[in-house]
């Protein structure tokens, strides 16, 4: 069992940056992929980020690319947001989970553990 705990959201305003982090128990995820997801209130859970079990791969959405960066620390068994150049629509609940295979899919079905999730509110 994987115990994820993401941390680091907060109130930013526009322009700004935050850095999530996704903090593992239970077990190592060292050869699990990894992926950030994101709701918004009353939309879905969508994809943001995903990274493979090596870090050799990494996966963005659209609206994530150029301005977020997805990374992971297997000693410290974490895996990493870096948020920049924050907009007002980038406010939602941020997730991190956790891919039993290693890939780091961008389909939020693929995944086997989540978190609890954390606040990212940006203000204009």
């Known amino acids: 069992q994987v115990h994820l705990v993401e941390s680091g959201g907060g109130l930013v305003q526009a322009g700004g940056s935050l850095r999530l982090s996704c903090a593992a128990s239970?077990?190592?995820?060292?050869?699990?992929?990894m992926g950030w997801f994101r709701q918004a209130p009353g939309k879905e859970r969508e994809f943001v980020a995903s990274i493979s079990w090596s870090g050799g791969s990494t996966g963005y959405a659209d609206s994530a690319k150029g301005r977020f960066t997805v990374s992971r620390d297997n000693a410290k068994n974490t895996v990493y947001l870096q948020m920049n150049s924050l907009k007002p629509e980038d406010t939602a609940v941020y997730y991190c989970?956790?891919?039993?295979?290693?890939?780091?899919?961008?389909?939020?079905?693929?995944?086997?553990?989540w978190g609890q999730g954390t606040q990212v509110t940006v203000s204009s």
């Open positions: 989970a956790a891919d039993a295979v290693g890939f780091g899919y961008r389909e939020s079905v693929r995944y086997d553990y």
């Open positions: 239970g077990r190592t995820i060292s050869s699990y992929g």
